[in-house]
């Protein structure tokens, strides 16, 4: 949505595409002695008008009901962002049209737009790259930002790598069904073509909570490049398969676009009702900031939690009835069933299944918060010990452990990781 107020005032600022701008592949040359940031993207109205990227929520393109506004000097989401890099990985798919929005067929803005060939990924890295790499993968919904205390402790000895997930923080957020779905089967390949353009050796994988199955889904078809597997409060147990309710009202109809486009229930309520984790205000507007200049990321929230509602309801239907009506229902025919359905179920059950092979060669650990207050630990370490998986306990953590206790967490995996060497 391309606003409408205050617009005769941008006009003489010089357009370009946001993620074009020689300014955002190279965020290291960013002024931040200025008062107000020449940061502009195209609106939805090609060629015409502009919007600021650090504009306050009165004059961005999202419509945020809460969560404040940017202040005019440099904030941290500034001084996060001046030390990444734009990574292009995974082809876009499609017909190539301008996206629309499914209610009124009005041509979104820039935000919501699929680049023309390839995603772009915003991705930190911290550490040499002559020594091993680790890769620091946020969860659902959150940010590489969440990784900012465990990077100094891991690039002492390590190549970290930590980066957005598309449809979050810094990296594209296209609108749904306009060159990326938010579908399992499209963030396994869209996370190998990212870490192909990472990490050319054997590298090790850190994921939290609910994007674990995907990374695992990925592992499973790339043993032989990985070293470790550090899953962090993973969803392991059939109690774990559903989603929390904040997390699953974004799947409402109406409601679900309402709330995905305010900051505070977004951002804030999902990062703080999981656990004891107590955002600081400069932390919480690197969170809110995607949300407040734009609704793609209120669009992309709503897209993975539907495709995760509407694959539970299809995948139950499916295997009640072929158990109930089949005696030659095999293990292959099942895999065959889960294999590409979004976290469901049968998420939780094809982690479950690849864990539990006992051709599994990739050596995993798993950390769990105990103070998680969406999954639940019970029967987690009977999980851990059946299959000879490492468990490690944090109990001050909640689900996002990386928030908590980052500099612990970054011990942990340091410890890890050294075993091995």
């Known amino acids: 949505m391309a606003i409408q107020a205050s617009i005769s005032s941008l006009r003489s600022q010089p357009s370009r595409p946001l993620l074009d701008s020689p300014r955002f592949l190279n965020p290291t ?15 939805s109205r090609e060629n015409e008008e502009d919007y600021l990227l650090d504009a306050p929520v009165s004059i961005g393109d999202g419509f945020s009901f809460s969560g404040g506004k940017y202040s005019d000097g440099p904030s941290r989401s500034d ?9 292009k990985a995974h082809r876009v798919l499609g017909a190539g049209e301008k996206a629309k929005d499914p209610l009124f067929g009005l041509t979104m803005g820039v935000g919501s737009q699929a680049p023309a060939d390839v995603f772009r990924w915003f991705c930190v890295e911290s550490g040499s790259a002559a020594n091993p790499p680790v890769i620091l993968i946020h969860g659902f919904p959150s940010q590489a930002y969440s990784y900012r205390k465990v990077l100094p402790i891991l690039s002492k000895d390590y190549h970290a790598i930590t980066f957005d997930w598309l449809g979050f923080g810094f990296s594209d957020k296209p609108q749904p069904g306009y060159g990326f779905n938010y579908t399992l089967d499209e963030y396994v390949s869209s996370l190998e073509s990212l870490i192909s353009e990472l990490a050319v050796d054997k590298v090790s994988l850190v994921v939290q909570g609910y994007f674990a199955p995907v990374v695992v889904k990925y592992a499973s078809n790339h043993e032989d490049k990985l070293k470790d597997l550090i899953l962090v409060n993973p969803p392991v147990t059939a109690k774990h ?21 305010d900051p505070l229930r977004a951002s804030d309520k999902a990062l703080t009702s999981c656990g004891p984790y107590k955002m600081k205000e400069d932390d919480a507007m690197v969170y809110r900031r995607p949300y407040l200049t734009s609704g793609s990321s209120g669009f992309a929230l709503n897209a993975i939690s539907r495709a995760m509602k509407k694959e539970l309801k299809v995948t139950y239907s499916y295997i009640t009835h072929d158990f109930l009506n089949s005696e030659l229902f095999s293990l292959a025919q099942f895999i065959n069933v889960i294999i590409g359905l979004t976290l469901s179920t049968t998420y939780v ?7 539990s092979n006992e051709n599994w060669k990739v050596r995993t650990t798993v950390c769990w918060g105990q103070r998680d207050r969406w999954l639940s630990y ?4 009977d999980f851990c010990k059946r299959l000879n998986h490492k468990l ?14 980052g500099e612990e967490l970054g011990k942990l995996i340091a410890g890890v990781l050294s075993k091995r060497s």
């Open 241 to 261: 398969a559903n989603l929390p309710s904040t997390l699953s009202l974004f799947s409402n109809f109406l409601l679900g676009e309402i709330f995905s486009q």
């Open 79 to 87: 001084e996060w962002f001046s030390q990444g890099k734009i990574v």
């Open 378 to 381: 019970d029967g987690v370490e």
């Open 392 to 405: 490690v306990d944090l109990p001050m953590a909640g689900h996002h452990v990386q928030e908590d206790c």
């Open 349 to 355: 059950e094809l982690m479950r299944t690849i864990l």
């Open 29 to 43: 040359t960013r002024n931040f002695e200025r008062k107000k940031f020449n940061f502009t993207c195209r609106s």
